[in-house]
């Protein structure tokens, strides 16, 4: 079944513990991206990746890593994750760039007390 | 700055009543347009997309979205909703076929049944 999985689906972390949210697609995706949804703001863009090796920053990046090893894995990591991050996380990716329909993950729920 | 606004936060309807939803977005060129659908608790997926061609645009669920280009519009219709289209919605624009794609920040129908 073509999907994009992600884990942990629920987490709650302490300020400045690093953590790291797994992202992995099976349909041999180019484009992978990260969003943020936070309530009355939408959706909105972390950062993507075009290819491996090739990530670039979104509308909100501060805060945040990534990485693209290979093409079917874009882990999103907080080096020191704060409260402000606490949001719902979504991974997406898509056949190439952004023309094309985005597949989007269960989402994670991350909490930082 | 690239922007998308949806105009509802917020909206309720009974069931077989007629829905539209706004969706303007800023001056940018070229645009690919998008309209995605959340239910309760899932992970976004696509209703309908426009690149080009015929503006009118059907899409999964009976829902339609008309691309009116002199008002930087793509408003998603479907003429008579059912309880099950409580959910929310996210109009979504690519630029310039740019590698980022904007989101609204979403309105949540509710459907009385």
């Known amino acids: 079944e073509a999907q994009v999985t992600q884990n942990p689906r629920y987490l709650i972390t302490v300020t400045g513990k690093k953590l790291t949210v797994t992202c992995s697609q099976n349909m041999n995706h180019e484009y992978m991206s990260w969003y943020r949804q936070d309530p009355g703001l939408g959706l909105r863009q972390i950062y993507y990746?075009?290819?491996?090796?090739?990530?670039d920053k979104g509308d909100v990046p501060e805060g945040y890593k990534v990485s693209r090893k290979e093409k079917r894995n874009f882990p999103l990591i907080l080096e020191s994750p704060s409260p402000n991050q606490t949001s719902l996380y979504f991974c997406a990716s898509s056949l190439a760039r952004t023309t094309y329909e985005q597949y989007f993950g269960p989402g994670t729920r991350l909490t930082v007390t | 700055a690239q922007s998308v606004s949806q105009h509802n936060h917020h909206v309720i309807l009974s069931e077989a009543a007629s829905l539209e939803l706004g969706c303007n977005y800023s001056?940018?060129?070229?645009?690919?347009l998008f309209w995605y659908v959340q239910y309760p608790g899932q992970h976004l997926q696509l209703l309908l997309k426009?690149?080009?061609?015929?503006?009118l645009v059907k899409g999964i669920k009976g829902f339609e979205a008309e691309f009116i280009k002199s008002k930087f519009s793509f408003n998603l219709r479907k003429p008579s909703v059912q309880w099950s289209d409580t959910a929310e919605y996210f109009c979504a624009v690519n630029f310039n076929r740019d590698d980022k794609i904007i989101f609204g920040k979403g309105t949540r129908l509710h459907i009385l049944p």
């Open positions: 426009y690149f080009s061609g015929d503006p």
């Open positions: 001056y940018g060129g070229t645009v690919n």
């Open positions: 990746s075009m290819n491996v090796e090739v990530t």
